[in-house]
């Protein structure tokens, strides 16, 4: 398999802002020919300032743009005539935009019956919300997010990046790859789609597991899992903050003598992880106590050496600089639509020890077909 496992598959790609535009990334980074297909004055992201121009440059790399309006018939016209020799149409429009747009899937089936339509919604398309806008913190507040994050007596807190957003990018790509597997083999298009909604209830598989299991409905509480320690657990020494997990019984063993406290091992209150959940305070002042003479860089290094999983708690530009980051060639440099370059994260997959060149970056509006009339 190359690097670009899906050269020769033709996307057009009508999405906006992030969960359609970053699945038609997806299957550009993967060799794919990725049309991006948008209004004259470009999508609704090219006009909010840097909060949008952000979004444009993350989630367009590799693609051709073109320009049309398809609230005219010369738009819909050329638009169809791209149509016919593509593989995919992927948009995340309302409903009624798409129909006014003349993209929905009635009137793209009908004329191609071999394309496939993959389309973001941000509550499905059946329920009362369906032709609801959404956007990532609708979804992060609807669907559980904020109702898990965030201290157990403060406020909910949103997670810092559009996480619903991305797992519905994803959801949309894996579901057309699968659509497309199917209509090589059937020879009939179909209708994929995903939605914020359910992309995050997904994500979630695990909470709601446990409200199944015990019948109580997982709350926020803060850093910390609540049934096992110590696991996820942020601890602050000299200034700087690391977290570490270290809840089975045999890396509980391998921590306390990392740590210089095997009394711990034959202190009741920490016997078992029930023990350990209900005494946390006190288990976390214990191994903050016995960390206190060192740097959090130290003591990550120390613990990683003892096979205790650990990581120090760091912004972008330490990132940038990591080793294993670096050594993945996951960063690449990308020209973008203004001209500058631009250290961007690629393609998350890489294909028999080889990653894709990821260096074009997002087109300006209208670089590859302008219709204006």
């Not at 790399?61 to 010369?74: Q, Y």
């Not at 638009?79 to 009137?107: C, E, Q």
């Not at 001209?339 to 690629?346: A, M």
Request: glycine letters at 10%; charged letters at 20%.
């Amino acid at each position: 398999m190359s690097t670009q496992p899906l050269q020769g598959l033709t996307i057009l790609d009508l999405g906006q802002y992030i969960s359609a535009p970053l699945a038609g990334q997806n299957f550009a980074d993967m060799g794919a020919q990725v049309i991006k297909i948008e209004p004259l004055h470009g999508e609704q992201a090219r006009n909010i300032g840097l909060f949008g121009d952000t979004m444009v440059e993350a989630c367009n790399r590799g693609k051709t743009s073109c320009a049309l309006d398809l609230s005219t018939e010369e738009g819909r016209a050329t638009f169809y005539d791209m149509a016919a020799t593509a593989d995919v149409v992927i948009h995340n429009f309302l409903p009624r935009t798409a129909v006014k747009l003349g993209v929905d899937w009635s009137t793209l089936s009908q004329r191609f019956p071999q394309l496939i339509c993959g389309v973001v919604s941000g509550f499905g398309r059946l329920g009362p919300h369906a032709g609801s806008p959404g956007l990532d913190i609708m979804a992060q507040a609807e669907f559980g997010v904020l109702g898990l994050t965030g201290e157990a007596d403060g406020e909910p807190q949103r997670v810092g990046f559009a996480v619903a957003d991305v797992l519905a990018s994803h959801a949309l790509t894996s579901g057309v790859l699968a659509a497309v597997v199917a209509r090589d083999r059937d020879g009939h298009g179909s209708l994929v789609e995903t939605s914020l909604m359910e992309a995050t209830v997904h994500a979630q598989g695990a909470q709601w597991a446990e409200y199944a299991m015990t019948g109580q409905a997982p709350t926020r509480k803060g850093n910390g899992q609540p049934h096992a320690a110590p696991a996820a657990e942020v601890i602050t020494v000299n200034g700087s903050s690391f977290v570490l997990s270290a809840y089975t019984d045999a890396k509980w063993t391998a921590l306390c003598k990392a740590i210089g406290r095997e009394d711990l091992l034959g202190d009741d209150k920490f016997a078992t992880n029930r023990c350990r959940v209900e005494n946390r305070p006190a288990l976390l002042e214990a191994i903050t106590n016995a960390l206190s003479g060192m740097s959090a860089v130290a003591a990550v290094d120390m613990l990683r050496e003892s096979g205790i999983v650990c990581g120090l708690i760091r912004t972008l530009d330490e990132i940038r600089e990591d080793p294993d980051l670096q050594a993945s060639g996951m960063l690449s440099e990308v020209e973008s639509s203004a001209g500058e370059r631009l250290l961007l994260p690629t393609l998350p997959v890489v294909f028999n020890g080889e990653r894709g060149d990821s260096t074009q970056g997002a087109p300006p509006v209208g670089a590859g077909i302008r219709v204006t009339n």
